[in-house]
């Protein structure tokens, strides 16, 4: 069985940092790409960033230059730096093996909140 488990949601003002974790149990998915969305108040599914099969990170445009992916073993990391209350959501890990990466993923994580505070 696939499980995918996030952690180090929480709540900081603007301009903080948090990073979050997503251990996979189950699988490697080495050839798989493996990043995060988020939805926020509106619920729209957004793109957050991605690792793919082939080690290059991927970035939604509104977090370029502010979040960093990363990946060690079975986990994958979000780094996220200087947070804003825009980036108020629920964060989901994602494993998506088509790699087309249109908000339907294989395999998701149960998410974990991020709220950020002007």
């Known amino acids: 069985e696939v499980r995918l488990v996030e952690s180090g949601g929480g709540s900081v003002q603007a301009g903080g940092n948090l990073r979050l974790s997503c251990t996979i149990f189950?699988?490697?998915?080495?050839?798989?790409?493996v990043g995060w969305y988020r939805r926020g108040p509106s619920n729209a599914c957004e793109l957050v960033a991605y690792?793919?099969?082939?080690?290059r990170p991927h970035y939604g445009d509104s977090v370029k230059g502010r979040f960093t992916i990363s990946h060690a073993k079975n986990t994958v990391y979000l780094q996220m730096n200087n947070l804003k209350p825009e980036d108020t959501a629920m964060y989901y890990c994602?494993?998506?093996?088509?790699?087309?990466?249109?908000?339907?993923?294989?395999?998701w994580g149960q998410g974990t909140q991020v709220t950020v505070s002007s």
């Open positions: 994602a494993v998506d093996l088509d790699a087309d990466w249109d908000c339907e993923a294989d395999y």
């Open positions: 189950g699988d490697t998915f080495d050839d798989s790409d």
């Open positions: 690792v793919g099969s082939d080690d």
